[in-house]
């Protein structure tokens, strides 16, 4: 059975994070109507914000972000 720490689901986290501030900044560049596009702006600015907090505690807790 793995055992993992902290540090590796920071680590997740902050991938998933980083997909989906790709994921959804790609579907606002598709988007043809306005207000769909700017909520896809708005979930890609969240996302961006989440990987940020993520990679201080990766950071914090003495990984490599």
Same mark, same amino acid.
């Given at each position: ?26 579907? %606002? ?14 979930? %890609?600015?969240?996302?961006?914000? %989440? ?15």
């Amino acid at each position: 059975m793995n055992m993992f720490t902290d540090l590796d689901m920071l680590y997740d986290y902050e991938k998933d994070a980083a997909s989906a501030a790709t994921g959804y900044m790609t579907l %606002a560049t598709r988007a043809h109507h306005n207000e769909l596009r700017d909520n896809y702006l708005r979930l %890609a600015n969240e996302a961006t914000n %989440a990987h940020s907090k993520v990679s201080k505690l990766i950071t914090k807790a003495g990984g490599i972000a």
